[in-house]
């Protein structure tokens, strides 16, 4: 059973950065898993292809950046530039099916997620 551990929320100050991991484990050797970060209610923030390449949510677009550590079978999202909208409990999630583009920030696409970490930016 594949399980997701997230860490490194906190809380900052407008303008602070904060970067999450979320931990694989259970995870079959071989597979490729694809991965996202959503925040609140499911709302996709970013998400990363087997191939590195990478979506953003459009309110994240140019301050976030997710990327991933296959040897420590880690995801990150590095946050810059917070604001207080950006405040939100964080979940990682994966999946190990393959989808056309456009589905990478679609909740329902994976099956897999973590118990979440909280962000709190303060104005």
């Known amino acids: 059973q594949v399980q997701l551990v997230e860490s490194g929320g906190g809380s900052v100050q407008s303008g602070g950065s904060l970067r999450l991991s979320c931990v694989v484990s259970?995870?079959?050797?071989?597979?490729?898993?694809?991965m996202a970060w959503f925040r609140k209610e499911r709302e996709g923030v970013a998400a990363i292809d087997s191939d590195g390449s990478t979506v953003y949510a459009n309110s994240v677009q140019g301050r976030f950046t997710i990327s991933q550590d296959k040897t420590k079978n880690t995801l990150y999202l590095q946050m810059n530039t917070l604001k207080p909208e950006d405040t939100a409990m964080y979940y990682c999630a994966a999946d190990r099916r393959r989808y056309p583009g456009g589905y990478e920030l679609l909740g329902w696409r994976y099956t897999y997620w973590g118990q979440g970490t909280q962000v709190t930016v303060s104005s």
């Open positions: 259970g995870a079959v050797s071989g597979v490729t898993y694809y």
